[in-house]
């Protein structure tokens, strides 16, 4: 995945913010400036900058499925510290398109980890009552 793609992608997601730390890292939350929790992480491969390698929260599922899986591992620092994250090495098990839907539920479970509160002011998460 270039880096413009998902970035591009992230900033699209409701409520998002980005800062660049750790290194260059592109890193995506959701939340608002008093509480925001980090979905995606985006580090470059060191060479033409058009690769990056993609750190990502997951359900357990996913995790056991992808995590030997060509073209995953588990997240260097994040899944060693018990953390259910994901990161994508290279394209080799699946197209960008695929990928992005992972990039997507990594948003709502991390908006999940947001405060009631927080959800309800920025209309996260809705149950289908509260949205009629």
């Known amino acids: 995945m270039r880096r413009e793609d998902f970035n ?18 592109d890193v995506w939350k959701v939340g ?4 925001a ?8 491969d060191g060479g033409s900058g058009d690769w990056l390698e993609v750190s990502f ?3 357990r599922m996913s995790f056991d499925v992808l995590m030997d899986a060509p073209g995953f591992r ?3 620092y994040l899944a060693s510290r018990g953390m259910i994250w994901l990161q994508r090495t290279s394209q080799e098990s699946m197209i960008d398109d695929a990928f992005k839907a992972y990039l997507r539920e990594s948003y709502r479970l991390a908006s999940l980890n947001l405060t ?12 289908t009552a509260e949205r009629s």
């Open 8 to 25: 591009r992608l992230c900033q699209s997601l409701p409520h998002t913010s980005h800062v660049v730390q750790w290194g260059g890292a």
């Open 74 to 76: 588990p997240a260097p």
């Open 116 to 127: 009631k509160a927080c959800q309800r002011r920025l209309r996260l998460n809705r149950t």
């Open 57 to 59: 929260k997951c359900s």
């Open 32 to 35: 608002d400036e008093g509480q």
């Open 37 to 44: 929790k980090v979905f995606a992480i985006g580090m470059g």
